[in-house]
């Protein structure tokens, strides 16, 4: 497999694709140039985002763009499976800046979102980041592919990925085979600076394997405080403080 790598997100972005050095590399720099857009239009501590101009709103109601309330409105129906465990509000909580957020702080009609506090931000954090995964692998999606983010990974063939110890992140607990689906993990070492919760921790790490990187990512970080009902298309393994595998599913394994 031709390998690329770049660095977005603040992270590395690894993308390896079984075609030709041309159509590789084409696909490749589509890619990337897709990542770059999506950083720069969303990244929180960039001033001129539209995170940021949303952030620094002078009215309650702002006109959206179709990408925009697209993930918007993923995000909400997310937010929502997860009972708020997951919200792109809860920055609120860690900026202790009195505003509301959670449940009933924003809502989505047509080309606008509408904010019950102008002092409610937004952050879509690492979300973007695995939305841009899943943006790839429709580019990627003619050739066999393996897509991984940081962690946030996205394959069309058979493989084998490793589910780190989160004792020690540089070991494997368990082995997983997953084909035509994505896996993201979160955890304490793994995306600290992406989980904010009104709640404690339950599961020192949480993985979820699904058919949908952004899904998956919203639930491996709500499952580490919320136990929550998945879709049947989706699998968690939660691993608590003292290593112990658990494993949650509405499907039959």
Known sequence: MKEFVFSCFSTKCVIKLEASEYEASNLAIKCFELCKN????????DNSSLVSKINNKSKNRIKLDQQTMMILQKLSSLSEITNYAFDITLINKKLKNNAKYGKNSYFLSKKFIEF????????LGGVIKEFAVDECA???????????????????KEIFVNIKN???????????????QSLTTSAQYERANHIINTKDF?????????ENTLSCGVFSTALCFEEIIL???????????????KYQSNRDR
């Open 231 to 245: 879709p049947k298309e989706y699998l968690a393994i939660c691993i608590d403080f003292n290593n112990e595998i």
């Open 138 to 156: 429709k580019i990627c999606e003619k050739y066999k592919y393996v897509i991984n983010f940081g962690g946030d990974l996205k394959t069309n």
């Open 166 to 180: 989160p004792k020690n992140p540089q070991e494997a607990i368990k082995k997983w085979q997953i084909l035509n």
């Open 38 to 45: 999506l950083h720069l239009k969303y990244n929180y501590f």
């Open 202 to 210: 339950k599961y020192s790490q949480v993985s979820v394997i699904g």
């Open 116 to 123: 019950e506090d102008i002092n409610t931000k937004i952050d």
